[in-house]
């Protein structure tokens, strides 16, 4: 098997891969996803590099798609227990569970750990109080974020919005042109910037429904940024989700 390592400059940034041969005939090219959670490119031992390119260029929304559901089915389920590691703000914590005495279950973030304290130390408790306690986390942080990122927003500034949260695994915010905004509960997990622009976003689209090239001046104006963190939750998104 030879390979080569490449990339590809695209709107979203750079798309790195490594083109791979197979002893048996290929007819066309395929994806795959290495060990190390990069794209492997397999195409027929014939066809030229910029061949190669050129299609992965066309089918970028399919390969960045191809790649996140690969990371997700890569990453094995949560276990729930002492000494794993688990994500809050962007940041690693590891997940320290205590059995107590009393019947209280208390979350709290001591150091660079998450500690739990609970009478029944099983998995299944473990997820709950950490569901209830991300749940907390969101309810104190992105009313917050929503109402600075409003505020900034001159379309939407003196709008009645009302925010609903709920855990999804495949959207990270709705919108209705009621003002009704919904906002993915595991974005708690994610760093800030990740949240902002998923608000942002939503914001836009009260003034435009559509993505549409006025839809994008507007999520330009309102988070410039808005590029680095789309591709980071495309990319990174199934390690928030992950439950
Ligand atoms: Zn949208």
């Known amino acids: 098997m030879t390979s080569r390592a490449q990339t590809l400059t695209t709107p979203e940034g750079r798309l790195s891969f490594t ?31 910029f061949y190669t390119r050129r299609l992965l260029h066309k089918n970028l929304p399919f390969v960045r798609r191809f790649l996140r559901r690969a990371r997700e089915r890569q990453l094995p389920p949560l276990r729930y227990q002492d000494g794993e590691v ?3 703000g962007g940041e690693e914590h590891v997940l320290r569970v205590t059995q107590a005495t009393g019947k209280a279950v208390v979350v709290a973030l001591e ?18 109080a950490l569901r209830a306690w991300y749940l907390a986390q969101a309810r104190e942080s992105f009313a917050e974020r929503l109402s600075l990122m409003q505020a900034r927003a001159p379309w939407a500034r003196d709008r ?11 959207t990270w915010g ?6 009704d905004i919904r906002l993915n509960t595991h974005l708690v997990k994610a760093p800030v910037d990740c949240l902002d622009y998923v608000i942002t976003h939503e914001l836009c689209h009260l003034e435009e429904m559509n993505h549409g090239a006025r839809f994008y001046a507007l999520q330009e104006s309102l988070w410039p940024s808005w590029r680095a963190w789309r591709r980071h939750l495309r990319e990174q998104g199934g390690r928030y989700t992950r439950e």
């Open 19 to 49: 083109v791979v041969h197979r002893p048996r005939v290929t007819r066309r090219l395929h994806l795959e996803l290495a060990d190390d959670g990069s794209l492997r490119v397999v195409v027929p031992r014939d066809w030229p590099d």
């Open 86 to 88: 688990h994500l809050f």
């Open 111 to 128: 150091g660079d750990a998450l500690v739990v304290r609970l009478p029944d130390t099983s998995g299944e408790r473990v997820r709950r």
């Open 160 to 170: 009645q919005l009302n925010l609903h949260l709920r855990r999804m695994k495949r």
């Open 174 to 179: 709705t919108c209705r042109s009621n003002g």
